[in-house]
């Protein structure tokens, strides 16, 4: 099964921690990855640019409008992702634990319901 690990930023969290301890989380990702890709489960990551950076698109094709944003009101926002491929999601809790930082930032595991190559309605990678 597939689940999104989803990295919840709080600037305000991230600014308390040390500068010793942002280098940990940081540099401690390099060591997750490693780990997850021998055993096969990752399936890919990405690190998103501040929200400060986005826009907000609205409309279709032809008629659409592009705003700065998405000014959320939301103290935490998704600042990163696993994507992984395990057994269940006992074992997508037990991935999202060892991803430093996990005692100051929290993790959000989200099942994967569609993904490309799979069916709508079937389960991604089940």
Known sequence: MKFLLIIQMNPATWESLSEEERTEI????????????????LVGTQALADPSQSTVVRGRPGAFTVT???FLEAKEYMGGFYLVD????????ELAA???????????VRPVVYLAGYGLGEPAGA
């Open 26 to 41: 940081a540099e401690g990702q390099t060591g997750f990855m490693e780990a997850i890709t021998a055993t096969g489960e």
């Open 68 to 70: 700065d944003g998405p």
């Open 86 to 93: 395990c057994e269940n999601v006992e074992r997508a809790h």
């Open 98 to 108: 060892m991803i430093p930082g996990t005692d100051r930032i929290p993790v959000e």
